[in-house]
């Protein structure tokens, strides 16, 4: 379905944009537009404007705003889309049927709109949301833009008008569930809700399954990475992310493993630099997020930064980050190229920032680390029939930005009385260093494996930004408690031997049977309600989420500050009466941050105090050299996806998505008043 067009004048590419391979990949965000997810090839998510400043941002102001009710059958309430402005025209996915709209980035103006009604076949889409955008493409002449459906098919339209590109793929469209070197099922549970990403004439697609704690089978679909001429859909490689026979990497799965373990997709954003010719793939977990026995040995190239030929797929290098992950480690979002100086030595890097609060710095032309990664021998774990690597790798450089593990050193401490009952609390429970393994729960002890940077992680799909002129790299994180347990799935559920869940005085989740045979079935949240507070305040000490800029030519941080303001139900407890707290950040509140210029930009991604005391949430500025809050916004919801800068005839624009509670999703356009 296509709905209005808007004019057909020629769009034209400055000659500097076509030449010099690799520009866009390293100057951030070009000529005050947003072609890409990530700003540009390199992820840096920065854009050099500077009319938005510390001394105007809190005058920012509703310049548009765009309501995605209306893209679906049904409200949205998660819209997670980077919206990409060229050419003054904004393109985004919005709504529950993942529709595609053309907006006038002056105005808000609707141009078109594209959706692909898929029925059953969407209604089997696994994580099914809005999508997290689109890709753009142009030889200077044509313009089109690029999608992927809930359905798991590769969209190309005319950007021009919304109409599908006839001679795209069978009439517009790539089913991505064929030529996949693989059976997939029209109705298998494999899609994609990242944008995919264009370099030259070649677009490049990932996948992504339903979260792997539960899984029905130790078998599923491979997430295998494809290539596709954007011209003409056609197929031009395919990357095997699980190795087959013969293939290097094969040889880590042990007992034929590889042939029918799945996942091991490409869900988060990828990353490309043109003048190397790579792209670079950040590869998920395979079957099973906290049990592999069925998977034994490393498991190439799952957890890997994977760096492959743009025009033929080959394997350049890869690093593994973890090795046998059980930790729900999945690398989330895409890996940031930088060009750094360290000791004198310019450096092509990439920086890969990650769920576990490390920060993997790689020489991005040879896969080395750029400052020392050690294995260093991890705790083994006692779950039958599992298998576990005896050293992960640990970076020495930089410092890990948030908490990992679990010790008692990390337990809330604001008041003797608060610590001893935060020591009760969590002594039927094991703790131990980053990367202790879960545990079979029992009611007896150990009920689980506690622990920071893992499910609950550091940083996850929003990732972080950097700017190319200082060689500072940001990331947010949230410092929270993940609860690592095994039971068994009830009988005919999975012919796996253990799910993700806990028994707890008689009760248990997941909906198995219990290690020690019974128990009533409890959602996992409400076991963390319940057990991870201590008289409702957070179990570990703040802060709860924090901003940390990172000198990327030491490695050493810049500054690292709380982030949001504190909840008042921490603010204003009785047990805390009459201490000095400071700030202590807001739970949760691990943003996508945004460098211009002259700000680093994030929202805070829960409902929390505003000025005036109306529910909403707040966008903040900081000054880039020191982290102090210079400016900050009062936003309606909050930030679901991640911001977004562009300038249109002399005047900057700042966009972010938002939604939650009631409010449904919307395009937020935000710019300086209008002076006389």
Known sequence: MR?????????????????APGVLAQKGAPDGEWRTHGGDLASTRYAPLSQIDKDNFSTLEPAWRFKTDSLGPRPEYNLQSTPLVVNGVMYSTGGTRRAVVALDARTGELLWMHRKDEGERAGHAPRLLSGRGVAYWTDGRSERILYVTPGYQLIGLDAKTGREVQDFGDGGVVDLKKDFD?????????????????????????????????????????????????????????????????????????NGSAAYTGNTGVWAQMSVDEELGLVYLPVELPTHDYYGGDRPGNNLFAESIVAVEIETGKRRWHYQLVHHGMWDMDIPCAPILMDITVDGKRIKALGQA????????????????????????????????????????HPTKPKAYDGQGLTIDDLIDFTPELRAEAVTLVAPYRLGPLFTPPVVSRKEGPVATLTMGAQAAATNWWGASYDPETHTFYVASQTSVATLGLVPPAPGVSDMPFHQGTVLSGARTSGGSGADGGGQAVTMADVLSANMQVRGLPIVKPPYSRITAINMDTGEFRWQVPFGATPPNIANHPALKGLNLGPLGRPGNNSATLVTKTLLIAGEKNF???????????????????????????????????????????????VVTIAGGSYTGEILVLALPETN
């Open 3 to 19: 709905i209005a067009r808007r004019s057909a004048a020629a769009f034209v590419i400055a000659a500097a944009t076509l030449g």
């Open 182 to 254: 693989q059976d997939v099922d029209p109705l298998g549970p494999v899609g994609l809700h990242s944008a995919p990403i264009v370099t030259g004439n070649t677009v490049i697609v990932g996948a992504a399954f339903e979260t792997g704690a539960n899984p029905a089978s130790k078998r599923n679909i491979k997430g295998y990475v494809r290539a596709y001429d954007v011209r003409t859909g056609k197929r031009k490689w395919i990357f095997h992310t699980i190795p087959r026979p013969g293939d290097f990497g094969y040889d880590t799965w042990g």
């Open 354 to 393: 990650t769920k576990q609060a490390f920060l993997y710095v790689l020489d991005r032309e040879t896969g080395e680390p750029v400052w020392p990664i050690e294995e260093r021998p991890v705790p083994k774990g006692d779950t039958p029939g599992e298998w576990y690597s005896p050293t992960q790798p």
């Open 608 to 654: 929390g105090p505003t000025p005036s005391g109306a529910r909403g949430a707040m966008l903040r500025a900081f000054d880039k050299m020191t982290g102090a809050e210079v400016g900050a916004v009062t936003l309606p919801a909050p930030v679901t996806g991640m911001p977004m800068t562009y300038m249109l005839d002399g005047k900057q624009y700042l």
